[in-house]
């Protein structure tokens, strides 16, 4: 039963510490590649939906969607495009929207009107070629809305905090055990070494006794009184 505790208690423990390490893992992970406009990995790039805008068709709030990137001259009609805005509501976010149709700004350059699939309202300013991060791939679902508890400070505190501080307390609980077991051998031993030193303390004693018995019989078959 004591070996079956053991077993469960360690295998908790190191479950606790593996999910803190990847938890600690992942947040710098995603800090370090998720919604950056300049990390790319094989071409791919990957961002956080943080609004409904095309959860009438595509992914939702909270997905993670990636992109890829392609040549603008070659996207069209349909394709889904992740681009930095440009328009005074959300001027430098990235947004990933839907493409309507080809245009051309007032300067003539080539551009995209775009729009949410949910309001199915064109996006305020078009989107210039070199504002275009990459057309849309694939998505990973509710991914990105853990990403982001992670990155609140509740989700910091649940998810790492209080793991380490269970194994902080776990391993401390384990060093008071560890010493108090060290204490009590120590303490063992030292009552062994007295016991033996007692034992051969009478063992000296009783051989003593025997001697000065011994040492009165030849005293008395001597006919000579016993020296005390």
Not at 64 to 76: G, Y
Not at 97 to 112: L, M, S, V, W, Y
Request: net charge negative; glycine share 6%.
């Amino acid at each position: 039963m004591k070996k079956t505790l053991n077993i469960v208690k360690n295998a908790l423990v190191w479950t606790i510490f593996a999910v803190a390490v990847a938890m600690m893992i992942f947040t710098i992970i995603s800090v370090n590649t998720f919604d950056q406009n300049n990390r790319n990995l094989f071409g791919f790039k990957a961002f956080t939906v943080r609004t409904d805008s095309m959860s009438a068709t595509d992914f939702d709030a909270g997905d993670i969607v990636f992109t890829k990137n392609v040549a603008p001259a070659t996207l069209k009609e349909g394709d889904i495009i992740a681009f930095i805005s440009q328009s005074d509501e959300y001027y430098g976010e990235t947004i990933t929207h839907k493409i309507r149709q080809k245009t051309t700004t007032a300067t003539g350059e080539p551009a995209f009107i775009t729009y949410g699939t949910t309001t199915g309202v064109d996006d305020e300013v078009p989107v210039e070629y070199s504002f275009i991060l990459g057309k849309y791939v694939a998505k990973l679902p509710n991914v990105g809305a853990f990403f982001l508890f992670l990155k609140e400070p509740i989700g910091y505190f649940l998810c790492i905090f209080i793991p380490f501080l269970l194994l902080i307390l776990y391993q401390g609980l384990m060093c008071i055990k560890l010493f108090r077991r060290y204490k009590k051998e120590q303490m063992e031993e030292l009552n062994t070494e007295r016991e033996k030193i007692e034992e051969e303390r009478k063992q000296a004693a009783e051989m003593m006794k025997e001697l000065h018995q011994l040492k009165e019989l030849l005293s008395k078959q001597e006919g000579q009184p016993v020296d005390e």
